[in-house]
């Protein structure tokens, strides 16, 4: 077996990859045009029209796409194929309780698998792996994404999606899995656990790739030693396709962008000017093979470093970097996207007063597993001279960001005026994660 | 006979109770009764004081929250079998307790408890005739 799925693509001289962009890039700003009516009044706004685009060179001319582009155009909006060639929908979640839906084609779904097979082989996954599948299936992306990647590199593949320990780290035992794709924290929770049960030498583990949240080289070198693995990263997100967006390699500096599909920018988050490699800023995403539901220009909010160069695995494509952090108040706890807006409407909603009680969300990573934390300042409303009626608003808080974030959360109901604040305005967010 | 219980939510450190009783001192409240709920991350005052009102405006003014809630006294005999009498008037009556503490009394052979139930007006009513209802409210809002 070779070690690249699609050695032609992920070899492809840079010359030749950047006239493939550009056909295809031409080609997709005209599908959106022709068939996105949203799409089309936003460059007509900003005065381009498909004439305008002759290649990547013109891509800066495009207008960007943000999440609250996703949520207005929720769901169909930005739909470009007729739902009855749609064969699939994932979801993210969103910030109002809306969530983001993404569409899918039967070439979509087919050309996101390449991806993912491209990272599955990266990582030395053939025919003669084991791949278990612990993210979860659903409309989260990471296990069918993985899914149909590990059935394209040939592997026989364990659905086991996420949860369930005990039944994971049997399969894993019994049938011999030697590739495991999950999130990082629960990547460091399975090793925990083998520890525990002394199974390690039970294990036919060499690699994990272990992606949807961020984690460190400290915490890539503790799972490597406690499994006795390689660890490699993969990035990708719902809104242009899932995982796979860009994987690592046995070098382990950065993911190559399937840059023949998607198109990575890195801009100034405030200037919005378009920076040159090697710089940090956030990265923007131009799909440019999609049929469904093509993004152009698509602000992940991820702020990012981009480089071109040679890396010893032989790929041509284009590296990122780990993702440095945010340019939004999003956080990303044990993989879920939080917004504390979400948080605000819980506590606005349970409150019963039209003001927010005053809120501080605490996350900690302890035993390399995300803590969450949210310190409520008691109201009026909230109060009760009974344990229970106050039990009752504290379960309903946990209960309703359960619901929306799929998180358990610690409520902890504090004395007024006690969460400090800064300049008049409160401090919402101590994120102690050394990541 | 019916009373107005001042509730004030604290949470679980170091000096929080301190910072109620100052504030109650500093306006000059007696307190009658006091009990405490607690729970592991915060807990419940609840007290009897001499001036309810002026109680909560001082707790509130220092950044308490807190709320006044209808209760209920009682008197029961203070000698063995006093307090087991004192349940029997409110089992008989259909009376149920959500919570309940003791009250000084100041009456001599008396003790005072206080109750919260669901419905205080209907529950008063019920006690109005019996022993166990013949409470001097001077004995509870005691301004000295």
Same mark, same amino acid.
């Not at chain 1, 706004?45 to 013109?58: A, F, L, Q, R, Y």
């Not at chain 1, 699939?88 to 993912?116: M, N, P």
């Not at chain 1, 919005?272 to 049929?291: A, M, N, Y």
């Not at chain 1, 501080?360 to 008691?378: A, G, H, W």
């Given at each position: 077996?070779?070690?690249?799925?699609?050695?032609?693509?992920?070899?492809?001289?840079?010359?030749?990859?950047?006239?493939?962009?550009?056909?295809?890039?031409?080609?997709?700003?005209?599908?959106?045009?022709?068939?996105?009516?949203?799409?089309?009044?936003?460059?007509?706004?900003?005065?381009?029209?498909?004439?305008?685009?002759?290649?990547?060179?013109?891509?800066?001319?495009?207008?960007?796409?943000?999440?609250?582009?996703?949520? &207005?155009?929720?769901?169909? #909006?930005?739909?470009?194929?007729?739902?009855?060639?749609?064969?699939?929908?994932?979801?993210?979640?969103?910030?109002?309780?809306?969530?983001? *839906?993404?569409?899918?084609?039967?070439?979509?779904?087919?050309?996101?698998?390449?991806?993912?097979?491209?990272?599955?082989?990266?990582?030395?996954?053939?025919?003669?792996?084991?791949?278990?599948?612990?993210?979860?299936?659903?409309?989260?992306?990471?296990?069918? #994404?993985?899914?149909?990647?590990?059935?394209?590199?040939?592997?026989?593949?364990?659905?086991?999606?996420?949860?369930?320990?005990?039944?994971?780290?049997?399969?894993?035992?019994?049938?011999?899995?030697?590739?495991?794709?999950?999130?990082?924290?629960?990547?460091?929770?399975?090793?925990?656990?083998?520890?525990?049960?002394?199974?390690?030498?039970?294990?036919?583990?060499? %690699?994990?790739?272990?992606?949807?949240?961020?984690?460190?080289?400290?915490?890539?070198?503790?799972?490597?030693?406690?499994?006795?693995?390689?660890?490699?990263?993969?990035?990708?997100?719902?809104?242009?396709?899932?995982?796979?967006?860009?994987?690592?390699?046995?070098?382990?500096?950065?993911?190559?962008?399937?840059?023949?599909?998607?198109?990575?920018?890195?801009?100034?988050?405030?200037?919005?000017?378009?920076?040159?490699? #090697?710089?940090?800023?956030?990265?923007?995403?131009?799909?440019?093979?999609? &049929? %469904?539901?093509?993004?152009?220009?698509?602000?992940?909010?991820?702020?990012?470093?981009?480089?071109?160069?040679?890396?010893?695995?032989?790929?041509?494509?284009?590296?990122? %970097?780990?993702?440095? #952090?945010?340019?939004?108040?999003?956080?990303?706890?044990?993989?879920?996207?939080?917004?504390?807006?979400?948080?605000? &409407?819980?506590?606005?909603? *349970?409150?019963?007063?039209?003001?927010?009680?005053?809120?501080?969300?605490?996350?900690?990573?302890?035993?390399?597993?995300?803590?969450?934390?949210?310190?409520?300042?008691?109201?009026?409303?909230?109060?009760?001279?009974?344990?229970?009626?106050?039990?009752?608003?504290?379960? %309903?808080?946990?209960?309703?960001?359960?619901?929306?974030?799929?998180?358990?959360?610690?409520?902890?109901?504090?004395?007024?005026?006690?969460?400090?604040?800064?300049?008049?305005?409160?401090?919402?967010?101590?994120?102690?994660?050394?990541? | 006979?019916?009373?107005?219980?001042?509730?004030?939510?604290?949470?679980?450190?170091? /000096?929080?109770?301190?910072?109620?009783?100052?504030?109650?001192a500093k306006n000059n409240i007696d307190i009658s009764a006091?009990?405490?709920?607690?729970?592991?991350?915060?807990?419940?005052?609840?007290?009897?004081?001499?001036?309810?009102?002026?109680?909560?405006?001082?707790?509130?003014?220092? /950044?308490?929250?807190?709320?006044?809630?209808?209760?209920?006294?009682?008197?029961?005999?203070?000698?063995? /079998?006093?307090?087991?009498?004192?349940?029997?008037?409110?089992?008989?009556?259909?009376?149920?307790?959500?919570?309940?503490?003791?009250?000084?009394?100041?009456?001599?052979?008396?003790?005072?408890?206080?109750?919260?139930?669901?419905?205080?007006?209907?529950?008063?009513?019920?006690?109005?005739?019996?022993?166990?209802?013949?409470?001097?409210?001077?004995?509870?809002?005691r301004h000295i």
């Amino acid at each position: 077996m070779s070690k690249y799925y699609q050695p032609e693509i992920e070899t492809m001289p840079y010359e030749e990859m950047r006239k493939l962009q550009d056909e295809r890039l031409v080609a997709q700003v005209k599908h959106v045009w022709d068939n996105v009516p949203y799409y089309r009044k936003k460059m007509e706004e900003k005065g381009v029209t498909p004439d305008d685009i002759k290649g990547v060179d013109d891509l800066h001319k495009l207008p960007f796409v943000t999440k609250d582009d996703l949520r &207005e155009c929720y769901p169909y #909006g930005l739909l470009a194929a007729p739902l009855k060639d749609c064969v699939r929908i994932h979801s993210t979640s969103g910030t109002t309780g809306k969530r983001v *839906v993404a569409f899918y084609t039967q070439k979509d779904i087919d050309l996101w698998e390449d991806c993912c097979a491209r990272a599955i082989t990266a990582v030395g996954g053939t025919d003669e792996d084991v791949c278990q599948i612990a993210y979860g299936y659903g409309l989260f992306t990471g296990g069918s #994404g993985m899914h149909g990647g590990s059935h394209k590199a040939g592997c026989l593949t364990l659905p086991m999606s996420s949860g369930n320990t005990d039944r994971q780290l049997q399969f894993m035992v019994d049938l011999g899995a030697t590739i495991i794709c999950c999130t990082p924290s629960y990547a460091a929770y399975l090793a925990e656990s083998i520890e525990e049960q002394g199974i390690r030498d039970q294990i036919k583990l060499k %690699a994990g790739i272990f992606g949807a949240e961020a984690w460190s080289e400290s915490m890539r070198k503790d799972i490597e030693n406690k499994l006795g693995i390689k660890a490699y990263d993969i990035y990708g997100l719902t809104e242009i396709s899932g995982p796979g967006v860009s994987f690592e390699c046995e070098e382990q500096t950065g993911m190559h962008v399937n840059e023949d599909h998607f198109i990575p920018e890195i801009i100034d988050p405030e200037t919005h000017e378009v920076l040159p490699l #090697g710089e940090k800023g956030e990265l923007v995403f131009t799909s440019i093979s999609k &049929e %469904a539901f093509p993004l152009l220009r698509y602000r992940t909010k991820d702020i990012c470093v981009l480089s071109r160069e040679k890396c010893s695995c032989g790929r041509t494509l284009i590296k990122m %970097a780990k993702p440095m #952090g945010r340019s939004d108040d999003m956080l990303i706890i044990r993989g879920v996207n939080v917004f504390p807006s979400q948080i605000e &409407e819980v506590l606005i909603e *349970v409150g019963g007063g039209d003001i927010t009680p005053n809120y501080l969300i605490k996350i900690d990573r302890i035993n390399n597993t995300d803590t969450f934390d949210l310190d409520v300042e008691m109201s009026e409303e909230m109060f009760s001279d009974d344990v229970k009626s106050i039990a009752k608003v504290e379960n %309903a808080i946990k209960d309703k960001l359960r619901s929306i974030l799929g998180l358990g959360v610690n409520v902890h109901l504090v004395n007024p005026k006690t969460i400090t604040r800064s300049e008049g305005k409160a401090k919402r967010i101590i994120d102690n994660r050394n990541i | 006979m019916l009373v107005k219980q001042v509730s004030a939510f604290i949470e679980n450190k170091a /000096g929080r109770l301190n910072e109620i009783a100052d504030t109650l001192a500093k306006n000059n409240i007696d307190i009658s009764a006091l009990s405490l709920a607690d729970t592991t991350d915060y807990g419940i005052v609840r007290m009897i004081v001499c001036d309810p009102e002026k109680a909560v405006l001082a707790l509130r003014e220092s /950044g308490v929250v807190c709320k006044i809630t209808e209760t209920l006294a009682i008197a029961i005999d203070d000698a063995p /079998g006093g307090f087991a009498k004192g349940l029997k008037a409110l089992t008989d009556n259909g009376i149920e307790i959500k919570y309940m503490y003791a009250c000084i009394s100041h009456e001599k052979g008396k003790a005072l408890m206080i109750l919260s139930v669901d419905d205080p007006q209907k529950a008063d009513a019920l006690l109005a005739s019996t022993d166990a209802g013949k409470v001097n409210p001077s004995e509870i809002y005691r301004h000295i």
